[in-house]
């Protein structure tokens, strides 16, 4: 099995420029979540997905949107990109919101200037 | 507001050696706690978790400690390895997982 599988791997935007970031799970978890690392930090939370159809914000939502596009995938969207938005976002996915551990993906690169 | 963080920064241990990597936390509704190990350039790994209403629970080579009267959690890793080495994040579930900063753990030859 994939697992979780993000793409693309690494990006460099402009400022103002939007994207997506891309993210499918084949473990038919139910659950799925964005974080962004910035350097030397830990994970913060951006949005999650507890079940297909729903999606709410995390700690740090501003200036992103998500789409639960099916079971399998969520999606990350920087409609104008700002260089504080230059981070590593992880895509994660587990069976159920609560005592499930999550699956990380391996991450996206972007970097905005 | 309430978060995880870690006591040390770094943590060098001579390979072969024990290893403990120490977490606070502050919100005593949480009620899951999970170690995350991350290499370089790669996603966090699952490495072991804790439910509350434990004290200790015991994986391949790592043992969690919680002890919910001072809010602390330990992972502690026998006869650590060069492939231990790693940053490892403790994370805490209130709805959803917080992480902490991570401890940079370097294994010495």
């Known amino acids: 099995n994939a697992g979780v599988t993000q793409t693309p791997k690494f990006q460099v935007l402009k400022t103002g420029q939007s994207m997506t970031l891309q993210c499918a799970q084949d473990m038919n978890h139910n659950s799925m979540y964005w974080y962004r690392q910035d350097p030397g930090m830990g994970l913060r939370l951006i949005y999650y997905s507890a079940s297909e159809g729903t999606t709410d914000k995390g700690e740090v939502p501003n200036g992103y949107n998500v789409s639960r596009l099916n079971k399998r995938e969520f999606s990350l969207r920087l409609e104008s990109a700002a260089p504080s938005q230059t981070s590593v976002y992880f895509c994660?996915?587990?069976?159920?919101?609560?005592?499930?551990?999550?699956?990380f993906g391996s991450g996206t690169r972007l970097t905005v200037v | 507001g309430e978060s995880v963080g870690l006591h040390l920064p770094t943590l060098s241990v001579q390979e072969g050696d024990n290893s403990i990597i120490n977490c606070a936390y502050s919100n005593s509704a949480s009620d899951y706690f999970i170690w995350y190990k991350q290499e370089s350039g790669k996603g966090p790994q699952f490495i072991i978790d804790i439910r509350s209403n434990m004290d200790k629970r015991q994986g391949q080579r790592v043992t969690v400690l919680l002890n919910k009267t001072v809010k602390h959690l330990s992972l502690q890793i026998a006869a650590t390895q060069p492939g231990d080495s790693a940053v490892y994040f403790c994370a805490e579930m209130i709805g959803q997982l917080t992480f902490g900063s991570g401890t940079q753990l370097t294994v010495l030859p």
């Open positions: 994660a996915s587990s069976e159920a919101q609560r005592f499930y551990g999550y699956t």
